[in-house]
């Protein structure tokens, strides 16, 4: 991720240079992705919720980026993410991959996301079972146990956190990490995703 990107991630045109006085002074994530590209991505409607709507070029960018393994593609929408998340004053909590898809994926793609962004953060979750939640009904899910565990149940107590994932689509994962939290006397709890479902929109952020 050190190196200098030129052109466009999704498209491979060639970028233009960035001019603004932040990105002079460094103060600014330098653009990975053309405007062009840039504006075919949606945004959500809720911006304290998601970036943009997962719809048929979002499902196409996570192919890519997940299962193509394509890494620069981390790079993409870093812009967007610092604006919502780098003056959140609550921890960042990124979803774990169970280890047995980690080495499958051989990367953390939701934790590389906030690494481009240069964002901080901290690991309180584990994924205990290495089933995919898009399997079965949304009901069904919310009856199977809860596939997360907490690291540390004392360290989350009296704190706020903001579980950050890659997309949500029914929402089963974040409300159970949701409940995780609350549960082991977390302060507050909300969430954020790069993409996200209209269907979940302001279901757990109340």
Same mark, same amino acid.
């Given at each position: 991720?050190?190196?200098?990107?030129?052109?466009?991630?999704?498209?491979?045109?060639?970028?233009?240079?960035?001019?603004?006085?932040?990105?002079?002074?460094?103060?600014?994530?330098?653009?990975?992705?053309?405007?062009?590209?840039?504006?075919?991505?949606?945004?959500? =409607?809720?911006?304290?919720? $998601?970036?943009?709507?997962?719809?048929?070029? $979002?499902?196409?960018?996570?192919?890519?980026?997940?299962?193509?393994?394509?890494?620069?593609? $981390?790079?993409?929408?870093?812009?967007?993410?610092?604006?919502?998340?780098?003056?959140?004053?609550?921890?960042?909590?990124?979803?774990?991959?169970?280890?047995?898809?980690?080495?499958?994926?051989?990367?953390?793609?939701?934790?590389?996301?906030?690494?481009?962004?240069?964002?901080?953060?901290?690991?309180?979750?584990?994924?205990?079972?290495?089933?995919?939640?898009?399997?079965?009904?949304?009901?069904?899910?919310?009856?199977?146990?809860?596939?997360?565990?907490?690291?540390?149940? =004392? $360290?989350?107590?009296?704190?706020?956190?903001?579980?950050?994932?890659?997309?949500?689509?029914?929402?089963?994962?974040?409300?159970?990490?949701?409940?995780?939290?609350?549960?082991?006397?977390?302060?507050?709890?909300?969430?954020? =995703?790069?993409?996200?479902?209209?269907? =979940?929109?302001?279901?757990?952020?109340?």
């Amino acid at each position: 991720m050190q190196q200098t990107i030129t052109h466009c991630v999704w498209c491979d045109t060639k970028l233009h240079a960035n001019r603004s006085w932040q990105g002079l002074w460094g103060r600014e994530q330098r653009a990975t992705i053309c405007e062009s590209c840039l504006q075919q991505f949606e945004v959500f =409607t809720q911006p304290e919720e $998601a970036c943009f709507i997962y719809n048929e070029i $979002a499902s196409e960018w996570l192919q890519r980026y997940k299962i193509q393994k394509d890494l620069l593609l $981390a790079t993409s929408f870093t812009q967007q993410l610092r604006q919502r998340l780098l003056k959140e004053r609550a921890i960042i909590v990124p979803v774990p991959l169970h280890p047995l898809k980690l080495q499958e994926r051989t990367f953390a793609q939701v934790e590389q996301l906030l690494i481009a962004a240069a964002l901080p953060y901290e690991e309180h979750l584990l994924k205990k079972d290495n089933i995919t939640q898009g399997l079965g009904s949304r009901a069904e899910r919310l009856q199977r146990e809860n596939p997360f565990v907490l690291r540390d149940r =004392t $360290a989350v107590l009296n704190r706020d956190f903001v579980i950050f994932d890659d997309v949500c689509t029914t929402g089963v994962t974040l409300q159970h990490i949701v409940m995780l939290f609350k549960e082991a006397g977390a302060r507050k709890v909300t969430t954020f =995703t790069l993409f996200r479902s209209e269907f =979940t929109r302001m279901m757990y952020n109340k």
